[in-house]
């Protein structure tokens, strides 16, 4: 979960499973920017990323927005579609975990452009983990942030799973896209922050896939939590 602050409005990108919904909210406010949290942009609709936007929306005049694939997920609380059914079978949530609906407030699609006070946040088109998985690259003039979810992490790793809508091929034609893109930070949904250089991060992922062999993949045999 990232807080992006531009100054006269921010936003929070993903917003974990809401399990913990009081420590997320006491963590945006000690950033000082829960009072001009503005958006809500999420990445997929994978319970770990999308499952505490309700908890954030209530009560506060933020917009969620997040693909037309999450939006209907999130919008029912959709337990098979997200895997969140399978998942708490397994025991990766608690057995009484329940995947809360949120409305998706507006619907986005590669290539739209948000102003976030300052910050200037640019959508970007990346299934491949998952069905309309999107990443979101903010700009603050100076600097690029590319906010990938679950789609590359850092040494150019992915998450490919045994979910139904999971799928290397249009992993490897995302990962072409995005090593197009001028990217100083990489910061993924999970483990390492690339804070130099994130470009480099994306053509190895990119170069692996070229290859046509799949990049290293973050999940290994003795994790118990999918992405």
Request: aromatic letters at 4%; one cysteine or more.
């Amino acid at each position: 979960m990232y807080v992006a602050d531009g100054g006269s409005g921010a936003a929070l990108i993903d917003c974990g499973t809401g399990l913990a919904a009081e420590r997320l909210l006491e963590g945006i406010e000690a950033t000082g920017c829960l009072d001009r949290l503005s958006h809500v942009l999420v990445t997929h609709y994978h319970a770990d990323h999308a499952g505490g936007a309700a908890g954030v929306r209530a009560g506060r005049d933020v917009r969620v927005l997040a693909s037309a694939e999450t939006a209907a997920a999130l919008g029912a609380g959709d337990e098979d579609r997200t895997q969140v059914a399978v998942a708490r079978a397994a025991g990766v949530y608690p057995a009484d975990y329940r995947y809360p609906a949120c409305r998706v407030d507006e619907v986005v699609a590669d290539g739209a452009r948000h102003e976030v006070g300052e910050l200037s946040v640019t959508v970007h088109a990346s299934p491949g983990h998952c069905d309309g998985h999107l990443c979101f690259l903010v700009d603050d003039g100076d600097r690029r942030a590319l906010c990938t979810g679950d789609a590359i992490f850092s040494g150019g790793r992915v998450s490919i799973q045994p979910i139904p809508d999971c799928s290397p091929y249009l992993y490897a034609r995302t990962s072409q896209r995005l090593a197009e893109l001028p990217v100083d930070m990489l910061l993924p949904g999970h483990l390492d922050l690339v804070l130099t250089n994130g470009s480099a991060d994306l053509a190895r992922a990119a170069e692996s896939f070229r290859r046509l062999i799949p990049p290293p993949n973050i999940l290994k045999a003795d994790d118990a939590e999918p992405g």
